[in-house]
C-alpha cells in the first residue's frame, strides 16, 4: 500500500459506554441500539475497549464479545477502532489477530501500564506488536494511567514499523502534539494524530491533528461532529463558541464525579439506558450521582438535548444545598414509580 496522506484516519471516534443489564453483564440489546443511535447521530467511526468503556473492568472474552457485538451491528458503515490492550504482547497479538478477522479498521493498544517502565522498553513492546500484528495499530498514550510514550518513541515506530499508523494522545498537550507531528509526518504522511482530550478538540485539529476519540461523542454526538465540521471548514467563530460550551459539558461529566460515571449519567438523559456500572458507589456517592445527574440534565436540555428535570432548572440553585439533594432524591424517585420501576 502507498502511503499517503489519503490513508489516514480521520474524523470523531466514539469511545463508548457498555450498557449493562441488572445483572452487570453486557446488555447486548441495548449495545445495539447504542451502536445504531451513535451511527445515526454522525459519528465518524466507534471505539470500543477503550478508557470510557471501562474495558479493565470486563474479562479478555467479554471484550471480544463486545467488539464482536458492534462489529456485527455496524456492518461496516462506520470504521471501528478497537482497544486490545491486554496484560502481556503475546496476548495483545492474540486479540490482534481476532479483531482483524472480524474486519475491524484498526486497533487502539496503551503503552503498558501499573509498572512504570523506560523509554526504551516501551519501545521494545510496540515494536514486538508492529513486527507481528495482521492489523494497523494506533499508539495509545495517556501519561495519567500508563507509562507515556515519547517523541523519539512515537518516531521510531513510525519510521521501523508500517503497520503502525496512528497516535491516539489523551494528554491534552498541544505542544507534545505538535513536536509529534513534526517529527512523524515528513517520512509517514499517512500516520494519523488523534486527540483523546476533548477540551482541546479544535485546537488540535488547527495544529494538525485529524479528528478525535472523544468521551462527549458518546453522549452529546451532534456537538462533536459539528465541531469537526465547521473547524475543518474554517468557520473558526463558530467552532470556538461550540468548542467553549462543549468544555462545559465535559468538565461537568470528567470532574464531578469518579470517571466514568458522570458520562453514564448524562448518556441516560439521552434515551440510552448505560444501566449500573460494575465499580460500586457508596450510598452517599449515589446521592451525589443523583444532583449531578440533574445538573447535567440542566445542561443537555439549555443546548435543546432534553427537557428539564422534574422541578425545573432553578437559577443560582447551589448543588450542596441539603434541601435541594432531598427534592431531587424525591423527584426520582417519583419519577421512577411513574414508570413502573420498583
Known sequence: MTLTAANRLRGIFTPNIVPLDGRGMIHEAELRRYVDWLIDHGVHGLYPNGSTGEFTRFTPEERRRIVAIMADQTRGRVPILAGAAEANVKETIAACEYYHS?????????????????????????????????????????????SPIDVPTV??????????VAIKDSS?????????????RP???????MTGWDAALMPMMLIGCDGGTNATSGVVPEITRKLYDLTLAGKLDEARELQYNLVDLFDAMLYSFDFPEGFRAALSLRGINPGVGRQP??????????????KLQCMLA????????????????????PKLVSDIVQSVLAELKKQGVK
Do not use: W
Open 155 to 164: 518516531q521510531r515506530l513510525a519510521d521501523e514499523c508500517e503497520k503502525i
Open 102 to 146: 472480524l474486519g475491524v479498521r484498526a486497533v487502539a493498544i496503551v503503552s503498558p501500564f501499573y509498572y512504570k517502565l523506560s523509554p526504551r522498553s516501551v519501545y521494545a513492546y510496540f515494536k514486538e506488536i508492529g513486527d507481528h500484528t495482521p492489523i494497523d495499530v494506533t499508539l495509545y498514550n495517556i501519561p495519567m494511567f500508563a
Open 302 to 321: 439549555a443546548e435543546g438535548f432534553t427537557g428539564e428535570p422534574v422541578g425545573g432548572c432553578p437559577v443560582g440553585a447551589t448543588p450542596a444545598d
Open 281 to 294: 458507589l457508596s450510598d452517599d456517592q449515589r446521592v451525589e450521582l443523583t444532583t449531578i445527574a440533574r
Open 187 to 193: 517520512n509517514r504522511p499517512d500516520f494519523s494524530f
Open 172 to 184: 491534552g498537550d498541544l505542544p507534545h502534539m505538535i513536536r509529534m507531528i513534526k517529527a512523524v
